[in-house]
């Protein structure tokens, strides 16, 4: 147990302060010593945490050197109310797991400037594993914060000649330093964003409790000043009269009504919290790390709470009465404030998404009042809805239907069928919050309304919002932060905006058709494939070619040092989609777009699925796909197995994204038509659409 888990511990809670009561003759022993101690330690603690709170009070600016972060001198109070002094410049690894004084060394001794040192044999210092467990090799962004932590040490060790239980003789820590330790984390500390509270003071708002220390939740909106109290609240008492009985006179009533009218009275409801700490770590935040292609990127106020003085204080406060001079000063009081405007809905956008988060727009809604075309072939998979104001995310916050949804009706953001397939009455879906006044619905895959990752079924669908809420049928609106439902009649597009007739609530509904009267693009198909052995001249090394998908090609030499596959369109080579196959020992061979493997049979009979190898672009629309010799299948020499053995080349049209199986694409984004198909027009595959998988077996027969 550390020295300091029983201080902490009393600092959690609320206990009697306990002192000596001295009188001549009392012993004195380690225990009354200590309470001694404690009785103004923890009093001070107590004080610190409750009127300073949890911050920086000086100094302890973070920089970056070399590889390493270091934290200047300086002073902070942390989530218990403890004193935490950063006496030298101290600099620490933010991806060694084992440095800072926490869990390790810490490199206190570098003086200000001077670089960490390098290894002795002259390359470049390296960092092992990160401290969320990650391989160093790894290159993608990462995020950490650095906390200051306060941290008990002992100290000036010396002999101790009597003991309570070990024989005379042992040494004990004869000083107890309060010192600190650095820490970094993997994740992002709670930002120090401005108070979400502040409209409950002027306008009679409800605030958002976002659980962070200094920024306390609002229990109830506390009346407005000069607005009159709410309906059954005790500022009742301020409305009634002499004549009710109530033993006070008019002068005390008045006095009263504005007391519980005042702004005062506001902030004593606003900060009527209770006297626990916030759970959790007591540590100080000190800056959030970037570290990014072997660089590391410091930012320390978005994280970093702040204590000032009361000098400070003052200077903000005649600062802000030199704004209102600037403002207010010979002049009249402004005009009240016009009443603020509904929400209303802003764009409407449908969208392709990736796996990987690129999105492209398909299309945009110009007027709820016509319908909107929506492509089919672009293979829309998201709608995003973007608002003119922040919405509510209390119990107004926008929800939607997700597949096998009892009651879909009850949520406030919908999108629905004109004809219902598989009598699903909706379209089952999910919600994100992408920004505060922007939402985006995303398709389900695997539902009747969804071609898998291809995006809508063919078919005229009604996005419907919410502004008339039926609270007995549980549907509550979309909301503003007021509260305020949102102003939903579809209007034609006027000032930025598409719904609305200026009052709020009433629903939005709009239409968009998918696939209505559209060329469809011509997709990409597969044009021929062919079998090479480069150790032959004559017809550029073609052995074998398939004539017909559907039907097995025989391929009757054992060397096969290349398969062709020619396609009708350029194929995109780069990108999540980019063609790949599997090598050796490849534990998923299945996520690649360009198989080839073993029929089930023939994989039990030969031990192993798939034939590894590598796979080029040899032109903008020509694949290569070249086994690796020197497996169980292809020997050194490049030979297949002797006898008749049976193969499949598989090239991936039904693509997964989400699922790590992307399929072949070509420059427009658009899936493989794979289908095989009787040859026609000089192709081997397709159906007329994107999508479909091609599967063409072909024998090694070496018995003739």
Known sequence: MNVHDNAEALLRVLTAPRRNQFFYGKRMDVQH??????????????????????????????????????????????????????????????????????????????????????????????????????????RRPRIFTLWLCYRECLADHEPTFVTDCDAPGHCAAGTLVESFCLQVRPGLAPPQGDPTWCAHLWHGEQGHDDGEPGRPPVPAPAPTPGAGPAAGDISSLTHVSAASGLPLTPEQLAALRDAMDSRRHGLCELFDHSCEPHEGDPCVPLALIVARDGRLVVE???????????????????????????????????????????????????????????????????????????????????????????????????????????????????????????????????????????????????????????GWQKGRYRIALRGNENLPAQQQAVADLSGAAFDGEAIAPAGGLISGDGTKGGDFSAWFVVGAGEVPPEPMRVASVDFVDRTIEAGGGVVATVADAREETRVTTRRIDAIRIRMTKPVRADGPNAPSTHDVDDADFRRHNVQLRLPPEEARRRGVEFVPGRVTLES???????????????????????????????????????????????????????EAATPSGGVLSGDGAPGGDFVAAFIVDTER
């Open 620 to 674: 903008a629309d020509t694949l290569r796909f070249e086994p690796t010799p020197g497996t169980r299948i292809v020997d050194p020499n490049g030979q297949w197995p002797r006898g008749r053995s049976r193969y499949e080349l598989f090239l991936r049209g039904d693509g997964n994204n989400a699922g790590g199986q992307p399929a072949l694409v070509d420059t427009g984004g658009f899936e493989l038509d794979g």
């Open 300 to 454: 320390s106020c978005a994280v970093r709470p702040r204590i000032y003085s009361n000098a400070v204080l003052l200077d903000l406060i005649l600062c802000l009465a030199v704004k209102i001079d600037e403002c207010c000063n010979g002049h009249e009081p402004p005009d009240p404030a016009p009443a603020p405007q509904p929400m209303r809905l802003r764009s409407v956008d449908f969208l392709r998404r990736n796996a990987d988060g690129a999105e492209v727009v398909v299309a945009s809604m110009a007027t709820p009042l016509v319908d909107t075309p929506v492509p089919i072939a672009r293979n829309a998979n998201a709608i995003r809805l973007r608002f003119d104001h922040a919405f509510a995310q209390d119990q107004h916050v926008p929800t939607t239907h997700a597949l096998g949804d009892a009651n879909f009706e009850r949520h406030n953001v919908q999108v629905l069928p004109q004809e219902a397939l598989g009598d699903l009455a909706y379209v089952p879906g999910t919600l994100a919050i992408e920004a505060p006044d922007t939402i985006r619905f995303d398709l389900f895959p695997d539902s009747p309304y969804a071609r898998g990752s291809r």
């Open 33 to 138: 010593f200590r309470m001694e101690q404690d009785y103004g330690k923890l009093k001070q603690w107590l004080l610190n945490r409750l009127t300073l709170g949890k911050g920086v009070l000086c100094g302890l600016r973070v920089t970056v050197e070399g590889e390493r972060i270091c934290v200047d001198p300086g002073v902070a109070i942390d989530g218990l109310g403890r004193e935490i002094i950063v006496p030298v410049r101290s600099c620490i690894d933010p991806l060694a797991p084992d440095e800072g004084c926490c869990g390790g060394k810490l490199s206190g001794d570098l003086r200000p400037g001077e670089p960490p040192a390098a290894p002795a044999d002259g390359s470049a210092p390296t960092h092992g594993n990160r401290p969320d467990g990650q391989p160093d090799d790894d």
